[in-house]
């Protein structure tokens, strides 16, 4: 598929080079081949194959989920639930996770990297809350949270929403999905339920009575852009995401240079043609250098330049 792509820029580039490099020979292909529809197809192959590459090293490293929210919500006693095993140590005593707590589990063969986290509090009037080391772990939670794929906000559903809630969401960074996850269902009466909503999805569970927690990891699983078929996924390295990336951008750039509106100018078309080198170099990277000569022998090749 790289392989593909890296010819099918080629090719757009020696139509733009050699209207450049060889006016006098009058190759106006630009028109001809319909030069914007073939960006736009590569630019379509692009984002698939960059959507690909992403859910393959999803599968490799694995997703980071992120347990936030206030002391004694039910954090770490869904992360047991979801590995299966006590793997955190669950008391009434708000502060007891002071540190993040890893789990790697898999879910229809996708990994998760489940982290519980110090319960989120402040101070309180009396002088009460959170002593040094709790502090430091509470900070280490935001930490956690911001490099987080995805956010299970743990909220009780059996005392609903706070000021000390709201005050959490306020501060979780924008771009990542969240999940609002209302537990002790099975106090508050409440039935295991989806809800999607404008602000995030909420899931309505009993980690207790382990209720509902099918319908999270079916949520789970739909961030990840999990498919049933996952055995032709590109399992890209992280530089490969990189090139890919960037390869992106160069090609959005070049879309621009290439609009009605630059078509007449000579700088929009060398800005076009450098636009598409760079993404030609990031692309190369994965499967392997092309240099000028390459590009000059395909010009030559295709066209009886100077004959």
């Known amino acids: 598929m790289i392989h593909d792509l890296v010819n099918k820029v080629t090719n757009l580039r020696m139509l733009v080079e050699a209207t450049l490099d060889f006016p006098e020979e009058e190759i ?12 736009a197809a590569i630019r379509a192959t692009l ?24 002391p004694n919500v039910g954090k ?19 502060g007891t996770t002071r540190d993040k707590v890893t789990e790697t589990i898999q879910i229809e063969g ?3 990297n489940i982290i519980d986290t110090a319960g ?8 009460g809350g959170p002593d040094e080391v709790e502090r430091i772990g509470i900070e280490r939670t935001w930490g956690e949270v911001a490099k987080a794929d995805v956010i299970l906000h743990m909220l009780d559903a059996d005392r609903g929403p706070t000021l000390e809630d709201e005050k959490i969401t306020e501060r979780f960074p924008d771009g990542v999905p969240v999940i609002r996850i209302w537990n002790k269902i099975d106090r508050s009466g409440h039935k295991p339920a989806v809800d999607k ?9 009993s980690a207790t009575d382990q209720v509902g927690i099918d319908l999270l990891r079916g949520e ?61 170099e990031r692309l190369s990277s994965i499967t392997g250098k092309f240099t000028p000569d390459d590009l000059l022998g395909v010009i030559f090749s295709r066209f009886c330049i100077g004959k």
């Not at 770490?76 to 708000?94: E, F, H, K, Q, R």
């Not at 750039?253 to 290439?258: I, L, P």
Request: glycine share 6%.
């Open 28 to 39: 106006d292909f630009l028109e001809q081949s319909d030069a914007r529809g073939q960006l």
């Open 76 to 94: 770490s006693s869904l992360l047991n639930v979801l590995a299966g095993s006590d793997v955190a140590i669950v008391t009434p005593i708000a």
């Open 197 to 205: 909503m404008s602000d995030a999805t909420h899931i309505y569970l």
């Open 220 to 280: 789970l699983l739909r961030i990840a852009g999990w498919q049933q078929t996952v055995e032709s996924r590109y399992l890209a390295r992280e530089r490969h995401l990189i090139a890919l990336k960037a390869a992106r951008d160069y090609l959005e750039s070049a879309a621009m240079h290439a609009s009605v509106d630059n078509q007449a100018s000579d700088k929009s078309l060398d800005l076009f043609a450098e636009e598409l080198r760079l993404a030609q």
């Open 47 to 70: 984002d698939d194959v960059f959507m690909h590459a992403s859910q393959g090293a999803l599968l490799r490293d694995g997703l980071n989920v992120v347990l936030a929210g206030k």
């Open 110 to 112: 996708m990994p998760l």
């Open 120 to 127: 989120i509090r402040e101070a309180e009037e009396d002088g």
